[in-house]
């Protein structure tokens, strides 16, 4: 079985090596799935693979991140925290914490919840990180070049994967609409920016679709776009080439769906013109 | 070492064969079933870190930056030598989705004859969107030397993330 397992993971590896860099570094990983909703009873399982060249330790925790009006998530410290988001650290059960990993060895962690009696209706929401500890990476500080004279620099990152762990209590609804569009000039290049309003006692989340009246192939998609009950709205800015910024201008339809995974109901569709 | 790689992925197929052919066994009228989830995965890979390479200190305080293309620009005073090179690291993922890219912004380097340096970071972009190849993302930042600076070798770590939402 685990000879089984780690054929598996290899033809997994050359999937993967097919599409991204060949070079793979110690701590690279893959996480899946990216998205984890728990109804208040039931678990699910989380993969965690190393996908770099050298055996590598991951330390898993939960972290609490908010979202901002511009749609980033800020990472909250703990002593600064809400009851509710302490509540969801409490109710997310995961096991194991720290994981060593030779390469392209896949590692299961089971994610539970516990909601304990008398916990109000609401969406509880906690950030599952995913990283290799400083100990496994510190081995490419060492290759810095000693200097002669002068000053010789390696900073290392420490770098990892956070999907949200969302857990929901009693029968919640959600409703959002879509607002303003326009196209921004930044100093890294154009971005096509809409407004994401939201209502009621859950987040929502879904694809972007932009279509031109008329032309069958969208102009712009963009996935996994999310609005957390903390805001009310936020602003979607997403990065597009300059021939695309140019198709953009003028009338659109904007569609926000429900995941595909959930059927790709419509939650707002608006037409609009993008100045 | 061909063999022993062909050998191995025989016996994992052989195996995923007899996996399959269980559930059939069991009931010997219907047709065989087999099920397979796919999950949708991330994957983080570095390809590159983030080189300031050598800096030789002057009389004055003054600062090196590396922008998120790799370009380096060397203070007055200061004389930067070897290939510096912007942090680089490529996401792959569902066509079309969109991740965000957060860390920290700025990191502080001790030396190992002593001392200490600042460096800001900046990313190229606070969020991504995946295409058909994934998408990547840069880290550059900008270092303060101060006058005189200690030599040796300066490390310093930093925390980057990409994060669904």
């Known amino acids: 079985m685990f000879r089984f397992l780690k054929a598996l993971g290899l033809s997994t590896a050359a999937a993967l090596g097919a599409a991204a860099a060949p070079a793979h570094a110690a701590g690279d990983l893959l996480v899946a799935p990216t998205r984890v909703i728990l109804d208040g009873s039931r678990g699910t399982e989380v993969v965690l693979n190393n996908i770099g060249s050298e055996p590598a330790t991951y330390r898993i925790s939960l972290e609490i991140k908010r979202m901002t009006a511009v749609g980033g998530l800020d990472e909250i410290a703990e002593e600064n925290i809400t009851p509710a988001e302490r509540a969801a650290l409490d109710m997310i059960v995961f096991s194991p914490r720290r994981v060593t990993l030779p390469p392209n060895q896949p590692q299961v962690v089971r994610v539970g919840v516990r909601v304990p009696e008398g916990t109000p209706a609401g969406e509880y929401r906690a950030h599952m990180l995913f990283r290799a500890v400083p100990d496994a990476v510190a081995t490419n500080a060492a290759e810095a070049k000693p200097a002669s004279t002068g000053v010789s620099i390696a900073l290392t990152p420490i770098y990892g994967i956070t999907i949200p762990v969302i857990v929901r209590v009693g029968d919640l609804g959600a409703e959002a609409a879509i607002g303003d569009a326009w196209v921004s000039e930044g100093a890294e290049g154009p971005a096509f920016n809409f407004d994401l309003s939201r209502t009621g006692g859950r987040s929502v989340y879904g694809d972007i679709e932009v279509t031109r009246p008329g032309v069958a192939e969208p102009l712009l998609v963009a996935r996994g776009i999310a609005v957390y009950p903390e805001v009310a709205a936020r602003t979607v800015s997403l990065r597009v080439p300059d021939d695309v910024a140019a198709k953009l201008k003028g009338p659109v339809r904007i569609r926000y769906s429900e995941d595909r995974e959930i059927g790709g109901g419509t939650i707002d569709e608006a037409e609009r013109i993008v100045k | ?165």
Do not use: E, W
Request: with cysteine.
């Open chain 2, 1 to 165: 070492m061909r063999k022993f790689g062909m050998k191995r992925a025989l016996l994992g197929a052989a195996i995923a064969a007899l996996a399959m052919n269980a559930p059939a066994a069991h009931a010997a009228t219907a047709t065989g079933t087999a099920t397979a989830k796919i999950l949708r995965q991330i994957t983080l890979t570095k390809t590159s870190d983030l080189q300031y390479a050598t800096i030789i200190s002057g009389a004055t305080a003054s600062t090196v930056a590396v922008s998120t293309a790799g370009g380096v620009t060397c203070g007055a005073g200061l004389t930067c030598t070897g290939t510096t090179a912007a942090g680089s690291f490529d996401v792959a993922g569902t066509s079309g989705a969109v991740v965000l890219v957060g860390g920290d912004s700025s990191v502080t380097l001790n030396g190992s004859l002593g001392g200490s340096m600042t460096s800001t970071l900046t990313y190229s972009a606070p969020n991504i969107t995946l295409g058909a190849t994934g998408g990547s993302f840069q880290i550059g930042g900008t270092l303060s030397v101060g006058a005189n600076q200690a030599s040796g070798d300066y490390s310093g770590t930093f925390n980057v993330t990409a994060n669904y939402q």
